[in-house]
């Protein structure tokens, strides 16, 4: 199952987040199943005509997002991510809530925050 990646040097998006996006679409719609083994750093920066520091940000924003896995010299693959997503989904909630309340927000004002970074990053659906 190849990976297939494809970088627009002239998009206003950056090249190693056009990377992490496509494994991260690919990964969790199934198109990359989970313990499939990444290229190699430089092994992709070279295919993609990159620096493998740009996909190396890449890898790291991916593992950081639980997205893929990273297992020393044997490589990267990718992991299990459901789970892993909304466990870290409800982290970040819990903290957000949280720092709301500190703030002094009331649950309205909460909720019409979140509501408006969501409407910001996904887009507004009516």
């Known amino acids: 199952m190849p990976l297939r990646l494809a970088v627009d040097p002239d998009a206003p998006t950056a090249p190693y987040e056009q990377v992490r996006a496509q494994i991260a679409e690919q990964a969790r719609g199934g198109g990359l199943p989970v313990g499939h083994r990444l290229p ?23 593992e950081a997002d639980g997205v893929i896995e ?11 991510t459901g789970d892993t997503a909304a466990r870290e989904a409800a ?6 809530a ?10 309205a004002a909460a909720l019409a925050a979140a509501e408006e970074a969501i409407g910001a990053e996904y887009g507004r659906e009516g």
């Open 98 to 107: 949280q720092r709301a309340r500190r703030l002094g927000l009331d649950r």
């Open 40 to 62: 190699t750093v430089r092994g992709l920066a070279e295919e993609l005509g990159l620096a493998a520091n740009t996909v190396a940000k890449a890898y790291r924003a991916l």
């Open 70 to 80: 990273t297992r020393g010299r044997h490589g990267s693959f990718i992991a299990a």
């Open 91 to 96: 982290t970040a909630a819990r903290a957000y």
